[in-house]
């Protein structure tokens, strides 16, 4: 990669950085700073804007650089990663969105609290939501990094750490002075760019094609040296039962996380009814469901094209496999096209880490803020306090985020992803299921949903050969490997639905049938929405 | 509006008399009205192959059979059991919980064969387009599909319920409250 690449790379992304901090000045100006604006903008985000932005905040650089990638390494696999993604919306269409916009008012915890006895509530939601989120931005942060030494070409150690450290820090800018309304504008800013860039290619690659499918297909096949075999499942998660299992694991975790994310709830707060969240979705749904399709195409022209040697080479994971496309599309690696496309490309995914750590930035400091601090804290506060707070929190979450992502430096990108989608499913979405369609779940029910998911999802990973027992572990050195699934999902989601039944068919408490009542008449009809 | 998750509560029951008073047409005045500005709730529009008609077929009988003195509470029982929201209610269960068993047992389906069954997944059907891409493709198709069904079902047999619903149960709630919220 030459000089001119990095350049124009660099280039484009201090202009994106530009335009955020811009964005981030012009919509916090005059603004007083209510809870109301911080954590969802004043609610009066259209349901197209809400759209992209839910799409900006879940497409993330392991989408976009990790699937193609995956793709152009193994075939039909990687292919098996954007089914489950894209599956997942229905589940938040049909059973989360509508529902939660119209009981909740900025975290998932006000969804359960509203039946509950508050206090240990909020404690346990908002604990499971900030680790969740915790996680998944130590994954972005990673991907960051790693992104950097591969597109740049500066391998070095200390150019990573300044990456993760830049990213966390303009996250914090635009989180704690843009709050929501700049980080949702960041959000619809990065799907537009990012949308854009992936249908240039997709058109690039067909045209190549001549429009057609089946020769792409057959011409990938031919250059993977698999033939037949690449166009099938069965290369990556085909070997012994434990990958199998372990595929099927990260399919449940993938399916049922998305209704968990913190920072996707929290999406739903922005737009004034449950009707336009609905819409919102809808809109999600066509952009999310798109770029997926678009991502097949990237994954198979970049085996044909580039080949899947060529990519291997450049990054053992496939990350590349997208870029190093976009220079071959140019025209190569001296024409100006190539050099064009690649530094769009690379800006692009600069761009996509940036705007969705602010979104999960945002809503883990909600959670903090909003269901910790203001149930471990009793003093008086006012609603203007509670955003200083979030401030406060977005900093310090940033600044533990940044730590961790320095630590974790070298651990796969999508494996962070999948656990934080595990333990999401493992720990939020029992708890929000059953509040939202179980007349009798208690207090009682809901802590144990959320520490029965959080802690199995959270200890079958220490527990599990990532951490320790093999080669390419986190501590190769020792041995403690128990549980011989990567993805906790296949035996922790079970468990958090267990744990919450268990927990409420155990407890004394008699359920509040009015608080019942309230919840599905709210929930259902949008009465006394906020 | 003030308890941390926004919900209205309590005062209800001691001042029934003041609640009667109250309870006009004229309470729904000054800051409250903004509230019932919907942006976003436009016309309801037949959807393909479904003429206007069917709009009325769902319609469902009003929910107001209750007397105003009734404490906050209650306001949501009442409105819990009537047959409006009943109705409301069983229109949704029917269509998602069929609707959920439905894709993800496909999904699970499509994730296992895939897992366990490479060869009934690799047979070729047309030109390099195997089983396995095909059923890859449905799974978005459907998706695609069951949102649009969903969307069209929710707005043509829920909203207008619903949204009436929520107009008769804040009114109640209002009047329980005495109109002081």
Not at chain 1, 224 to 250: C, E, M, N, Q, V
Not at chain 2, 7 to 19: F, Q
């Amino acid at each position: 990669m030459t000089g001119n690449h990095q350049s124009l790379a660099l280039l484009l992304f201090s202009a994106f950085v530009a335009v955020t901090l811009g964005i981030t000045t012009w919509v916090s100006r005059n603004r007083r700073g209510s809870a109301e604006e911080f954590y969802a903008g004043g609610r009066l985000f259209s349901p197209m804007e809400n759209g992209f932005a839910i799409a900006g905040d879940y497409m993330s650089a392991a989408s976009f650089l990790g699937i193609s990638g995956l793709i152009a390494l193994y075939g039909y696999d990687g292919l098996l990663y954007s089914v489950g993604f894209l599956v997942a919306w229905l589940v938040v269409l049909f059973l989360v969105a509508e529902l939660v916009r119209n009981c909740g008012r900025f975290t998932l915890a006000d969804v359960v609290a509203a039946r509950m006895r508050e206090r240990p509530v909020r404690i346990a939601a908002g604990t499971s939501s900030v680790t969740v989120s915790v996680l998944y931005l130590v994954a972005q942060m990673v991907g960051a990094g790693s992104l950097v030494a591969l597109l740049l070409g500066r391998t070095g150690e200390a150019a990573q750490a300044w990456t993760v450290i830049g990213v966390g820090a303009l996250m914090v800018v635009y989180v704690s002075l843009g709050g929501m309304r700049a980080t949702t504008w960041i959000q619809i800013v990065k799907a537009v760019l990012l949308l854009g860039g992936t249908v240039a290619l997709t058109v690039l690659v067909l045209v190549r094609f001549h429009g057609d499918f089946d020769r792409l297909l057959l011409a990938a096949a031919d250059r993977s040296g698999h033939g037949a075999a690449f166009l099938a499942p069965g290369l990556k998660y085909g070997g012994d039962w434990t990958a199998r299992f372990d595929f099927i694991s990260l399919g449940l975790a993938l399916v049922l996380g998305t209704a968990g994310l913190p920072h996707i709830l929290s999406r739903f707060y922005t737009v004034p009814t449950a009707r336009a969240a609905r819409r919102s979705v809808v809109w999600s749904i066509g952009l999310i469901g798109g770029f997926y399709l678009m991502t097949i195409v990237l994954g198979f022209g970049a085996a044909a094209i580039v080949g899947p040697d060529t990519v291997r080479q450049s990054n053992a994971a496939g990350n590349t496999a997208v870029p190093l496309l976009a220079l071959d599309l140019g025209g190569g690696a001296n024409s100006t096209g190539g050099t064009v496309l690649f530094a769009v490309v690379a800006a692009v995914a600069f761009a996509t880490i940036l705007a969705v750590v602010a979104g999960i930035t945002l809503a883990s400091s909600a959670s903090v803020a909003h269901d910790l601090y203001a149930s471990l804290r009793r003093r008086r506060r006012t609603p203007r306090s509670e955003v200083a707070v979030a401030r406060v929190a977005a900093i310090g979450i940033g600044v533990v985020a940044i730590a961790l992502g320095l630590l974790a430096r070298d651990l796969n990108v999508a494996f962070l992803v999948g656990l934080a989608f595990a333990v999401a499913a493992s720990a939020n979405l029992p708890v929000l299921l059953y509040s939202l369609f179980w007349r009798g779940f208690t207090t009682r029910g809901a802590v144990w949903a959320v520490y029965g998911g959080l802690v199995p999802a959270l200890l079958l990973v220490a527990l599990s050969p990532v951490v320790s027992g093999s080669p390419e572990s986190l501590f190769p050195g020792v041995d403690f490997q128990y549980f011989p699934l990567r993805n906790p999902g296949l035996l922790s989601i079970p468990l958090g639905f267990l744990a919450g039944w268990l927990g409420t068919v155990t407890s004394a408490e008699i359920p509040d049938e009015a608080k019942h009542a309230e919840t599905e008449v709210r929930s259902l009809t949008g009465a006394g929405a906020v | 509006m003030q308890s941390s998750n926004g919900r209205p509560r309590g005062g209800g029951t001691e001042n029934p008399a003041d609640s009667q008073e109250r309870h006009t047409p004229s309470a729904f005045g000054a800051p409250e009205g903004t509230r019932y500005d919907d942006p976003w709730y436009d016309a309801l529009a037949s959807g393909w192959g479904e003429s206007a008609g069917d709009v009325t077929v769902a319609a469902v009988p009003p929910a107001r059979p209750v007397p105003d003195e009734v404490a906050t509470a209650d306001v949501y029982l009442s409105v819990q059991r009537s047959a409006a929201f009943q109705e409301v209610r069983s229109r949704y269960r029917r269509f998602v919980i069929p609707a959920v068993a439905g894709f993800l047992t496909w999904y699970f389906g499509y994730v296992v064969a895939a897992t366990t069954a490479p060869g009934i997944m690799a047979r070729r059907v047309v030109g390099a387009v195997n089983v396995a891409m095909l059923a890859g493709l449905g799974q978005f198709l459907s998706t695609f599909l069951l949102t649009w069904a969903y969307v069209r079902h929710a707005r043509l047999r829920r909203d207008r319920a619903a949204l009436e619903l929520r107009w008769d149960t804040q009114e109640l709630a209002r009047g329980a409250r005495g109109g002081v919220s």
